[in-house]
């Protein structure tokens, strides 16, 4: 297969490994480990009690994205991982519960702190969020042609949004719908995760991009350990869409039955003309700026 050059790789900011990876960037909080608030109403105790987020981004998805909002409301048992939200207190595991699995070199497993925990219930209501958006089933669909039938050996590639639906929540259901979770205070800038929703993070790498990949490989959707530039498969084509451009549908422009290399069109930043409440991405982190993650979370308070 052709490879990218290191050129996006560094662009990009993205470490391989034989597990998983993902990009760099922290999530700063302001309300380590909060409790949920509870609302009268329904929708937006749904956005808090069920996703975990934050007040802030409750009351920012409902200004701006009520419609989605609802239409996830009516949705809330039928969603994509809605099952392994709210995390449970259990999901935050001890370094000395990590027993035979690998954890890579110079990775230094640690106990859970507040600020991490707050930074990863967070980071995981807006992934889950955004997986169940419109943008997102549509990107996906779109692009899913991009994803090589071998990138998963023991993982059957689905054809649509509904299909990669399914199968991720029957995993999920199989494990109990518990994720294990673990932390680490290194700076290798990866992260890894493994079937029966295991993942381990760094601390100062929990976001978006990062929890939406583990997530990919903790039902057993796989890629060969190098990064290609290509999304060729399931973990890099999620976490492009929630984290990478501003419309995934860009990932591959030709359209042909193979995403040359060449052809994928990278890092734009989401800076929308049509919608004045958008922080442009000049006014924040570029990496917060973007994509999904840009559109519905990126709003001018």
């Not at 699995?101 to 990863?120: K, R």
């Not at 991009?209 to 399931?234: C, F, K, P, R, T």
């Amino acid at each position: 297969m052709k490879k990218l050059s290191v050129i996006v790789l560094a662009t990009l900011g993205l470490l391989g490994s034989n597990v998983a990876s993902a990009a760099e960037h922290s999530q700063s909080l302001t309300q380590p480990n909060a409790a949920p608030v509870h609302y009268t109403n329904p929708a937006k105790d749904f956005l808090s009690s069920k996703l975990g987020l934050s007040p802030s981004d409750v009351e920012m998805l409902f200004k701006y994205h009520e419609k989605t909002v609802l239409e996830e409301f009516r949705n809330r048992d039928n969603l994509l991982f809605g099952n392994i939200v709210p995390l449970k207190n259990s999901s935050f595991m001890a370094p000395n519960t990590i027993g035979n699995q690998p954890i890579g070199t110079d990775y230094h497993l640690v106990n859970w702190d507040s600020q991490s925990i707050a930074a990863f219930k967070d980071t995981l209501g807006r992934v889950v969020f955004l997986m169940n958006t419109p943008e997102f089933r549509k990107d996906f669909n779109r692009n899913i042609y991009t994803v090589e039938p071998q990138s998963s050996v023991n993982t059957q590639i689905p054809t649509n949004y509904t299909q990669f639906k399914n199968y991720i929540n029957t995993a999920a259901a199989s494990y109990g719908n518990h994720i294990k979770a673990y932390v680490s205070d290194s700076n290798t800038k990866s992260a890894w995760g493994a079937n029966g929703l295991l993942i381990q993070f760094e601390q100062s790498g929990i976001n978006p991009a990062q929890v939406a990949h583990e997530l990919m490989h903790s039902v057993g959707y796989a890629h060969d350990g190098v990064y290609n530039g290509l999304n060729d498969n399931i973990p890099y084509l999620v976490q492009t869409i929630i984290s990478m451009n501003e419309d995934a549908s860009n990932i591959c422009p030709n359209k042909a039955s193979k995403c040359d290399a060449h052809n994928v069109n990278w890092g734009e930043f989401y800076n929308s003309d049509d919608n004045n409440t958008y922080r442009p991405a000049t006014a924040v982190p570029a990496w917060q700026s973007i994509a999904l993650l840009g559109k519905y979370f990126n709003h001018v308070s």
